[in-house]
C-alpha cells in the first residue's frame, strides 16, 4: 500500500476532492491529476457485488476497504490504444470467467491517486450474490476520463459454512484491480459498480479475491434523474444503461 503520512494525505484529499458528496457507507471516489483546472464536475458512485465463484463455500465472507484508486487517462494511454486489440476487447472474449488477477497485473505506479475514507467500510460478499450491490460511497469530482478502479482492501474474514476459517486475501496482498475504463461526465452520474468474488486455491481452505468481468460494469445517469440511494444494499438490474464504450 502506499506508505504516505496520514496528517498530510488527508489534508491533500481536502483540497483535491473538492466538493464532496455525503459520504454514507462507503467507497470514495477520487481525482487525479487533472490537467484543467476549470473543468466541469460530475458524481461518481462506486458499488460492489458478488458472483457466485466458490462463495456457496461460505457461511460469511466480510471484507474491509480503506479506499480507493483511480487512475486519469492520458494522451499516453490513448496512444497505446493504436497498436491492435485492447484490455476491453480481451475482457469481452473472457467475460464468463473470473480476470485471475495476479500481483504483477496490478497498476501500483505514480500515475494513480489514493482517496482513503474516513472510515473503513465493511461489506459481507455472502450478502451480495446475484444483482445485489452495495453503494459504498458516491462524491462529486472533476468530469474526465479514468483508466481503472481499484479497490484498497485491508483486510477480509472468511467463516466457512463448516465452522472453520478460512484464509482470504487478494493476490499478492496488491490492490484488487478493475480494469473497466469510465467517465466522470459534467453534471452527470457515473456508478462504477465492482464485481469480484473469492476464487479457492487448490485443496487448502485458501481463497483469492478476484475481479469478474462480466459483472463489472458502469452506468451513466443524468445526475436530476438519478437517486442517490443511501441504502447499503441496492439491486440496479433494472437501470444498468451500460454505455461504457461510448466516448472510450
Known sequence: MDSIDDVDRRDYLKLASGAVAGSTVGLSGCLGGNEGSD?????????????????ADFESCVVTIQGIWIKPRTEEDSDDEDDGSTDDENATENDSETDDQSESDVDEGDGREYYEFDESQEADLVDLQGENTQLIDERELTAQEYEYLQLD?????????DGSEAEVSTPGNAPLQFKERFEIREDQRTTFVGDFTPVRQGQRDRYLLQPV?????????????ATNDSDADTNDSETDTNDSEDGM
Open 213 to 225: 468481468a462480466k459483472g463489472t460494469r458502469v452506468i451513466y445517469e443524468d445526475s436530476e434523474d
Open 153 to 161: 482492501v485491508t483486510d477480509v474474514t472468511g467463516e466457512l459454512k
Open 39 to 55: 473543468a466541469g464536475t460530475g458524481t461518481l458512485g462506486t458499488q460492489i457485488t458478488d458472483q457466485p465463484g466458490d462463495i
